[in-house]
């Protein structure tokens, strides 16, 4: 028997509503209780709490174009605010045990490929615009359109390669992998450690975390992350007590003088969404555009679909019951998280942890939610994080993101070629978009080359083109005189 069927021989079977509450969020109905969605709502708040962490690490460590960097705690607040509000808004309106929060993948396109363009007021301003055209889309049914035109294999490519993508960063980040000067006159472009070799503390305390997350994992401990995060953030701080270290990077991890604090809203409202035309080429700008978009509307479909069947909450058809809602208030969430300077919010595939602890509805957002507006108030301490006890959250997620891998059907090659291309370029590049841009063009071009042209959504034949002209701008220019 299905879970669908499952579920509606139970919501048969049981008793009616409680209350008003039971009722609206159909608490009863789905098999629930109220015991289960409040268990559930906290596994997920902890599972997915490490956003906390490492979004104002990834946006704080990177520099606009005009060398501003956002401010770790203002970041932290934002984060927070928009996770709260946004997770709320998907409990009440989807009815789903969805939580919302600044993407990582999405945030490290902000922070790495589109804040050294422009000014961080215009990158988030792009995210805004970002959200307005997935509401958009969904509003006009276009994202069927949209989902037919990229290949299923490409789209896990794309995860896969931002996964890898995002490894790296938490390589590089924590000091396990530098880059070697230029005047080494090598041509191997990075080395381990700072010297070929790990040394300091810091260091250590990066290899111990690695180790005890992947442990963790291994052994499907749930908030496996985040008590990653905050064991080797104790270690961290009782190691900067007793030894002698130069700099831990960014953060130097010390207890606060003060546990709780007002919340800083000094970055909500920083944002011009026409302001990256002016700072760089009108190309560019449409295909940041379009990398925010395909990132964030593919990881939500995917995420929200395996969610509701994991709940057993899909119908006879297979589909989410209320998508275009659910979907509508996921595009919101990318607008708010732009409009707070968070980078886009999106779905959170770590809600399955709440569905695992029986949640079923909307309700346990309630519970989610309210936890992350309780975080407003203790940043403080979820700023105290170094990169170094951080950064391996980074390796755990890439992992994650690359188990998309097996899905892709190495012996075509038509398919496979472009997808290994798409995850090779990312980190070798160190840019979301080239990778994408080389995964489609060889797509097209192999389909073409095997007289399979026809075959090629109309979509995809324009993104194509938008890539040509992004890869061949150089010479372009030259050719207009333009430079």
Known sequence: MSRTQQVADRSSAVPPAANSVDRF????????TFGREIRGGLATFFTMAYILVLNPIILGSA???????LDAVQLTTATALVAAVM???MGVGGNLPLALAAG???????????????SWDDAMGLIVLEGLLICVLVVTGLREAVMHAIPQALKQAISVGIGLFIAFIGFVDAGFVSRIPDIANTTVPVQLGGTGTLTGWPV??????VLLTIGLLARKVKGAILISIVTMTVLAIVIDSIADIKSWGLTTPKLPDDVVASPDFGLLGHFSVFGAFSETSAITVVLLVFTLILSDFFDTMGTVVGISAEAGL???EGKVPHLGRVL??????????????????????ESAAGVGEGSRTGFSNLVTGGLFGLALFLTPLLTIVPLQA???ALVAVGFLMMTQVKHIDWDRYEIAIPAFLTIAVMPFTYSITNGIGAGFLAYVVIKTVLGRAKEIHWLLWGTSVLFLVYFAIDPIEQILGAK
């Open 104 to 118: 990582l993948g999405l945030n490290a396109v902000v922070a790495f490929q589109i804040a050294p363009l422009m």
């Open 87 to 89: 997770t709320i808004i």
């Open 328 to 349: 509508l208030i996921d595009g919101a969430a990318a607008v708010a998280g732009g409009a707070a300077s968070s980078s886009s919010a999106t779905s959170y595939i």
């Open 314 to 316: 899909l119908d006879d």
């Open 390 to 392: 951080a950064a391996p």
């Open 204 to 209: 250590l305390v990066f290899c111990l975390g």
């Open 63 to 69: 520099k606009d174009k005009f060398g501003h960097q």
């Open 25 to 32: 969020f159909r608490i009863t109905e789905r098999g629930s």
